[in-house]
Nanobody
Framework: QVQLVESGGGLVQPGGSLRLSCAAS????????MGWYRRAPGKQRELVAT?????????????VDSVKGRFTISAEHANARYTLYLQMDSLKDEDTAVYYC?????????????WGQGTQVTVSS
């Protein structure tokens, strides 16, 4: 199985920046879709951003409208051990939420869906 370990959350003032990381515990050679969800207090879970990965190619980044131009999703790997990132700039109060990373692996030994433990992001002055 694959464990996803998140880091990088915290408290930041409006207009500030944070970078979230999500590291996979196993080497994953298969195609995958990776992304970030968030859940704000009293609200439903929201898909924030996704990115596809095939070999050394990352492509098809997508964002929810509310974060376009402010958030950037990216991924890198060292010998197929992936780390997913979410760079969050110009943060707003409404970005406050618990952020979860996920991997959807489409084949191979680790086919399936995997989730991080969640990291709290609080935007407040």
């Amino acid at each position: 199985q694959v464990q996803l370990v998140e880091s990088g959350g915290g408290l930041v003032q409006p207009g500030g920046s944070l970078r979230l990381s999500c590291a996979a515990s196993q080497r994953i050679f298969s195609d995958k879709t990776m992304g970030w969800y968030r859940r704000a207090p009293g609200k439903q879970r929201e898909l924030v951003a996704t990115i596809n990965s095939r070999g050394n190619l990352n492509y098809a980044e997508k964002y929810v409208d509310s974060v376009k131009g402010r958030f950037t999703i990216s991924a890198e790997h060292a010998n197929a051990r992936y780390t997913l990132y979410l760079q969050m700039d110009s943060l707003k109060d409404e970005d406050t939420a618990v952020y979860y990373c996920y991997f959807n692996v489409t084949g191979g030994l680790y086919k399936g869906d995997y989730w991080g433990q969640g990291t709290q992001v609080t935007v407040s002055s």
